[in-house]
C-alpha cells in the first residue's frame, strides 16, 4: 500500500512558477519510478514526466522539456515538479504516481493547476 499526498497547485499568471509536491508513504518508495501526469477538461490524461528510482533515468513530454524539472528525495520520501514559464496550455489536474514493475500502480487524489493568460 502507497498513498501520495499533493501539494503546490494553484492558480498563476503566465511566466509564472509554481513546485509541486507529492509525499509517499511507506519505506519503500526508493522501489518505485514516479511520474507526473496532467488531465485538462476534454482531454485524455497524458504523461508530463517521469523519474527512476534512483533519479538515474528522466523523460518528459515534448511541450515540457526546457521548462519543466521532475526531481526526487528517497530520503523524504518526496517526488517534485518544478514547473517554470508556465503557459495557459498547461492548466490541468496534475495528478502523482508511483509504479513498478509485477505492482499495481498508485495515484495521487490530484492537485489543479491554472494558469492565466
Known amino acids: 500500500q502507497v498513498q501520495l499526498v499533493e501539494s503546490g497547485g494553484g492558480l498563476v499568471q503566465a511566466g509564472g512558477s509554481l513546485r509541486l509536491s507529492c509525499a509517499a508513504s511507506g519505506s519503500i518508495f526508493w522501489l518505485y519510478s514516479m511520474g507526473w501526469y496532467r488531465q485538462a477538461p476534454g482531454k485524455q490524461r497524458e504523461l508530463v514526466a517521469d523519474?527512476?528510482?534512483?533519479?538515474?533515468?528522466?523523460n518528459y513530454a515534448d511541450s515540457v522539456k526546457g521548462r519543466f524539472t521532475i526531481s526526487r528525495d528517497n530520503a523524504k520520501n518526496t517526488v517534485y515538479l518544478q514547473m517554470n514559464s508556465l503557459k495557459p496550455e498547461d492548466t490541468a489536474v496534475y495528478y502523482c504516481?508511483?509504479?513498478?514493475?509485477?505492482?499495481?500502480?498508485?495515484w495521487g487524489q490530484g492537485t489543479q493547476v491554472t494558469v492565466s493568460s
Open positions: 504516481k508511483a509504479f513498478r514493475t509485477r505492482a499495481v500502480d498508485y
Open positions: 523519474i527512476s528510482p534512483s533519479g538515474g533515468s528522466i
